[in-house]
């Protein structure tokens, strides 16, 4: 192939000098593995507008540097209590800034940067007629929507982690010594990686799954936070016409509800929601609820991308 | 081995909407011309080359692999310029054209290499850095014409592409086409429906019509001479037709011709003697040509097969 093209060129007829002419391409073809890490990378940076404009960075950024903030208010919280002594404890138990805690202190910029970037990231190619192209090329549709719900899911996980990470360490050195810092701070560990994961993978699959049925920017938008409010509004409705505990088992139907569930059972917490509280379902229904739905939107998002007409 | 096989291809898109019906193909590689008009299936066909679409029955073999089991495999080595918009306005054609150079499965230095190279090779220079929004259509056609060739693909398929161009923009983009499939060895299929453009650049010619198959040859055979000969004179034009009919040869007349089927030598002198007797003023003799238009007439052999 690649070869056959120098001796054609040098017989082609009535080449302009000035040209240089095409050269043909002998060097290495990764294919389908290395086109869907390619596409996974690609979303993973567009997800915070690497390789964008500077305007499509801000919204992203923005919304994953205010939960960082709020993780050092909580370490600047943590370290004051500790100068203050006795009274300092009486602060820190009180502070809002915990483990326990954050998951909910975020969530509005988790649901915000969802909203934003899900139909950023499908809904430019199904708008603009570009998945021909990449159904043309050496990835299947099958890769395609894996690649980019991949893409999103660990972008959110980032956005999760980071103050996570920053809370942890925070706490590990304003501690007596960072050996009792650790010890102390250690067993916060699975949890916290349970909980980001899960959190990461319910949602940016739903973001994903929304925004593959539209290329219509605003609809997706307004799709992803309709799917992630109506439900609990539902369930909150229902639970306080007291339908019964049929009525409140629908919360396992509800996102935001599940993920509220899920965290209080692995950091042995109150959940917020009172639906939650009231049914107190075990820790591992909700846990099966968690992977149910994310299996289902990536299901989904793939089932729509092998239909849609290219 | 041949460059595409189709055998019995057929795509219904519903029961009453036919797109291909049973089109049995062999094409080896060079310059394809795929000609009709329209809704005949051209498209279609493209895309299921490509495996974007399903065939309903049949198979397709692409590289002498089947499209349906190795899907990926084929594509790393096609590139597809479709007929519609396939560009985000917002990213630079080369951050465009080299994120699908990844996507055909070239690396991340090879693929910007290769995006400047094809880049230059279309035509476009310092604009490459813009957006793509503020393209003309011309532009425009040329990015998605690289996109098409930034892998080096071993076929292209185009479609339509010279859309919405204007006749210098046309022009440059034929050229372009010529020049990529003579100088560099790369298989084109070029769709069109502009029998003028696929008569300049094409050296084969595949004609579909309602989804089958017209006719499939090297282009010069639509044009060669037919077995007719047409002869113009101002006056007299049916007792020229009688006088020939009594001499045993098939004879219509069509608007100021008389078409004779020919038979050998000897229907020239039989014309140049029925003319002399008659006394008739003569314009010309001349053996008539095909051209691509008597493809797609309502009865592609009717106007030149006189008394058939």
Known sequence: ?310 | MPLIALDGLTKRYSASVTALDGLTLELEPGIIGLVGANGAGKSTMLKLLLGLLEPTAGSVKVLDMDVKTHGPRIREFVGYMPEHDCLPPESSATDFVGHMAQMSGLPRTAARERTAEVLRHVGLYEERYRAIGGYSTGMKQRVKLAQALVHDPRLLLLDEPTNGLDPAGRDEMLDLIRRTGTEFGIAVILASHLLGEIERVCTYLVAIDNGRLLRAAALGTFTEHTGVLAVEVEEGRQQLAGALARGGFEVVEDGRLVLVALQGEATYDAVRDAVVDLGLPLVRIEQRRHSLEDLFRDDPSSPQAPAA
Request: proline share 6%; with cysteine; net charge positive.
């Open chain 1, 1 to 310: 192939m690649t070869a056959s093209n120098a001796p054609l060129r040098a017989s082609g007829p009535g080449g302009s000098i000035y040209d240089l002419g095409y050269q043909g391409y002998s060097g290495p073809r990764l294919g389908r593995a290395y086109a869907i890490r390619a596409l996974f990378a690609h979303t993973l940076r567009s997800a915070y507008g690497i390789g964008r404009g500077g305007r499509a960075k801000i919204i992203p950024i923005g919304l994953a540097a205010l939960p960082l903030l709020i993780a050092v208010i909580g370490v600047g919280i943590a370290a004051l209590a500790k100068q203050a002594g006795e009274l300092g404890s009486i602060v820190e138990e009180s502070s809002p800034i915990r483990y326990a805690a954050f998951s909910g202190l975020i969530s509005t910029f988790v649901i915000l940067f969802c909203a934003a970037q899900g139909p950023e990231l499908l809904g430019r190619d199904q708008r603009y007629g570009v998945l021909p192209l990449y159904f043309s090329r050496a990835l299947a549709r099958v890769d395609y929507s894996l690649a980019k719900v991949a893409g999103m899911v660990v972008a959110l996980l980032i956005l999760i982690v980071l103050p996570y990470v920053v809370l942890f360490v925070g706490r590990v050195f304003v501690a007596d010594s960072p050996v009792d810092g650790l010890s102390a701070e250690l067993p916060s560990v699975p949890p916290l990686i349970a909980q980001s994961l899960l959190t990461a993978g319910v949602l940016g699959s739903l973001a994903m799954v929304v925004s593959a049925h539209t290329p219509r920017r605003a609809y997706a938008t307004v799709g992803i936070i309709a799917a992630l409010l109506i439900p609990s509004i539902v369930v909150a409705v229902l639970h306080e016409e007291a339908f019964g505990r049929v009525g409140d088992f629908l919360v396992l139907l509800s996102p935001t509800d599940v993920l509220d569930g899920l965290n209080a059972a692995l950091f042995d917490t109150q959940a917020g929601s009172p639906v939650v509280v009231d049914l107190d379902l075990p820790g591992y229904a909700y846990l099966a609820a968690a992977i149910v739905m994310t299996i289902l939107f990536v299901g989904l998002t793939v089932r729509r991308f092998l239909r849609i007409s290219a």
